[in-house]
C-alpha cells in the first residue's frame, strides 16, 4: 500500500494491542489484536489520528500480516521500539522471528 492513499503521515507496525502509555490505535471492528497469533498489525495515522490517540482515537487499521516489506524512496525519520532515528532510503523486511513461552509469578498482595 502506500501512505498517500490513506492520507496517512505515519504508520505503526504493531504485534500487541496497547501503544504509548496504553492507547489503542488499532479500530476494534477490524479484529481483534493479539501479541500471540502470529500476526502484525498494520495503523495508517495522520498528524490528527496522533493527536486523538489519548482520548480514544485511532488510525486507519491497513491489515494485518505475517510479514512486511517496507520500502522507502528517500531518506525519512523513523522510531524503532521508541528510538527516533533518521534512515537512508532503504528496504526492510519485518516479520517474527521466534517466541517462546514465559513464566511469571502469581500477584500476591502486600499488607504495606
Given at each position: 500500500f502506500h501512505l498517500?492513499?490513506?492520507?496517512?503521515?505515519?504508520i505503526l507496525?504493531?504485534?500487541?494491542?496497547?501503544?504509548?502509555?496504553?492507547?489503542m490505535?488499532w479500530k476494534?471492528k477490524s479484529?481483534t489484536?493479539?501479541?500471540?497469533?502470529?500476526?502484525?498489525?498494520v495503523?495508517?495515522m495522520?498528524?490528527v489520528d496522533?493527536?486523538l490517540?489519548k482520548i480514544?482515537?485511532?488510525g486507519e487499521?491497513?491489515?494485518?500480516a505475517?510479514k512486511?516489506?517496507?520500502?522507502?524512496?528517500?531518506?525519512?525519520?523513523m522510531?524503532?521500539d521508541g528510538?527516533?532515528?533518521l534512515?537512508?532510503p532503504?528496504?526492510?523486511s519485518?516479520?517474527?522471528?521466534?517466541s517462546?513461552?514465559?513464566?511469571t509469578?502469581?500477584?500476591?498482595t502486600y499488607?504495606?
Amino acid at each position: 500500500f502506500h501512505l498517500r492513499n490513506y492520507g496517512a503521515h505515519s504508520i505503526l507496525i504493531l504485534n500487541i494491542g496497547h501503544f504509548a502509555g496504553g492507547t489503542m490505535p488499532w479500530k476494534q471492528k477490524s479484529g481483534t489484536p493479539s501479541f500471540n497469533d502470529g500476526l502484525l498489525e498494520v495503523i495508517a495515522m495522520d498528524n490528527v489520528d496522533l493527536t486523538l490517540l489519548k482520548i480514544g482515537g485511532t488510525g486507519e487499521s491497513v491489515c494485518q500480516a505475517k510479514k512486511i516489506e517496507l520500502e522507502t524512496l528517500r531518506a525519512m525519520p523513523m522510531q524503532i521500539d521508541g528510538e527516533s532515528i533518521l534512515l537512508n532510503p532503504l528496504q526492510i523486511s519485518i516479520g517474527f522471528f521466534n517466541s517462546m513461552d514465559v513464566s511469571t509469578n502469581k500477584k500476591t498482595t502486600y499488607p504495606y
